[in-house]
């Protein structure tokens, strides 16, 4: 191991510490704006009967076939239950796909969101098969790719790492999106997360030392093909790869290196030339060609400059100022021209002070590390402006079950709610202290540094461009939890010797 490789990785551990620190400290100071009481009422039977919490934990981990049964019954009542199905982005997409609404409509959206192209071809090729049942089988497909994400992650962990690991993340995973209705919004946070955890133990595979070179070419094939097909879906897992190049740099093994990325680009290039030229050539939606009409990359480090981080209305006014009055009302005025973007972006950094983008930064960060429901939003749909409502909903919003589940599970400005909300945020803070604890030390292990700068890069991501919003950490789970994970099992640092009882 190079000093370079060491020093790089120290410092970068020196960094994470305070990051984390600040997500535990943000963690539990969301605490006090829910409910005292049921803390103080959970809290102390769980320090009373902490080892009958632990054996009733080993139990479950003993039963993670009927943990899973109770996950899938779980989302289930949720998806059956619902009110608001899709809303907000997700909802034009989905309403688009399956033609509710015209095709000037989805048209101008995605010149506009030129990301969202790959969703909504996703949804018309199924509702082209299968018509408006393709709403449920869509639905189904959801709960596959959220469930399946925790098998690959438990088989990976138990494989790499050991079987405490592995049961933490898998509990970790369960707690936070298994039990839990983001499956059905319809979002692409859910679509790569078994190719993401794929992704994450193909490279755990290619860093196990002293490898045979049919092995590491084989290996660096199949991430290739898979790291196409989620790049497709979500530009963002490009992060876990540029941590595992990065890692292979420092180390200095300039043939594995060669190998591993020539490998690896034979089997990407095609794959996603494939999936390029089927969207450059796709007749099912008409995207307007003209500049300033699409979203750019810089569009995005411009919202996230906005004080919030993600504050469209604020982004928007200030790119309004370089078009003429008379065509702002116009949804194609040319606004987002990157002339006009990196002028906004130099206007925002010079409106602000040292002290004051730190604070931005700062308050960005804690948004986007805040909430244990992930950032759910879902409210009564009146408040939605482009709401898709559940075609069940006709049949249920009369059923006593289903009304409880809407009151206590999905409707975040009911009351009842808080609950719900209170568990998922104890669940947040243990993993955050696993975080904290997976940082304390500097253990020189490649797969911890993989994951520890896979971590760091998604952060930092959400504080170039937008960001300030819990559900944007979806994509960046399963490095979250398995770096968690080892801080809560085999990182956990030592609070000195046990005293034997007399």
Not at 93 to 107: H, L, M, N, T
Not at 196 to 209: D, H, N, R, Y
Not at 405 to 414: E, G, M, N, S, V
Not at 484 to 493: D, Y
Request: hydrophobic letters at 50%; aromatic letters at 16%.
């Amino acid at each position: 191991m190079s000093k370079f490789y060491q020093l790089f990785f120290t410092a970068l551990q020196l960094l994470m510490v305070g990051v984390m620190l600040h997500w535990l400290l943000v963690a539990i100071y969301e605490l006090p704006k829910m409910s005292t009481y049921w803390l103080v009422l959970l809290a102390l039977p769980a320090y009373f009967y902490r080892q009958k919490l632990a054996s009733l934990y080993r139990y479950l981990m003993k039963h993670k076939g009927a943990v899973m049964v109770a996950v899938i019954l779980f989302q289930l009542a949720m998806l059956l239950s619902a009110e608001l199905l899709i809303r907000r982005d997700a909802a034009v997409v989905f309403k688009g796909a399956f033609r509710f609404i015209s095709d000037q409509s989805i048209s101008n959206y995605l010149t506009r969101n030129p990301n969202n192209l790959a969703l909504f071809l996703y949804e018309r090729w199924f509702y082209a098969l299968f018509g408006d049942a393709a709403l449920w089988i869509l639905q189904a497909l959801n709960m596959l790719y959220t469930d399946l994400t925790a098998v690959i992650l438990y088989k990976g962990m138990k494989r790499y790492k050991s079987q405490a690991s592995a049961d933490a993340v898998y509990s970790l995973y369960l707690a936070l999106l298994g039990f839990s209705p983001y499956f059905y919004s319809m979002y692409t946070d859910i679509w790569p997360l078994p190719l993401i955890a794929g992704q994450i133990f193909l490279i755990f595979a290619l860093l196990e030392k002293y490898q045979e070179r049919s092995k590491t070419r084989n290996l660096s094939l199949v991430l290739g093909v898979v790291s196409a097909i989620a790049y497709v879906i979500r530009p963002t897992t490009m992060i876990l790869l540029m941590a595992y190049f990065i890692l292979l740099f420092f180390k200095g093994n300039w043939k594995k290196a060669l190998l591993i990325l020539g490998c690896f680009s034979l089997a990407f290039a095609p794959v996603y030339a494939a999936q390029s030229y089927l969207k450059n050539t796709q007749q099912e939606v008409q995207i307007l060609e003209g500049d300033g009409l699409a979203k750019g990359p810089l569009l995005f480090i411009n919202l996230g400059l906005t004080f919030i981080g993600h504050d469209q209305e604020d982004m928007k006014e200030g790119l309004l100022q370089y078009i003429e009055p008379s065509e702002r009302e116009n949804y194609n005025n040319g606004m987002f021209a990157t002339e006009n973007v990196k002028k906004e972006i130099k206007r925002r950094l010079e409106d602000y002070s040292v002290p004051s983008f730190l604070s931005h930064l700062s308050y960005k960060h804690s948004l986007t590390v805040a909430e244990g429901t992930l950032g759910w939003l879902y409210r009564a749909a009146d408040k939605e402006k482009t709401p898709y409502i559940s075609p069940l909903y006709e049949h249920t919003k009369h059923q006593s079950f289903a009304r409880f589940i809407r009151t206590y599970f999905l409707d975040i400005d009911k009351q009842e709610y808080d609950y719900y909300k209170l568990i998922k945020q104890l669940v947040w803070i243990v993993m955050s202290l696993g975080l904290v604890f997976a940082t304390l030390k500097y253990h020189g292990s490649d797969q911890l540094n993989f994951l520890l700068l896979a971590v760091f890069g998604g952060l930092l991501f959400l504080l170039i461009f937008e960001g300030g919003k819990t559900r944007y950490l979806i994509q960046f789970l399963p490095q979250i939890l398995l770096l968690a994970s080892l801080g809560l099992t085999e990182l956990r640092p030592t609070l000195g010797p046990r005293k034997e009882r007399k």
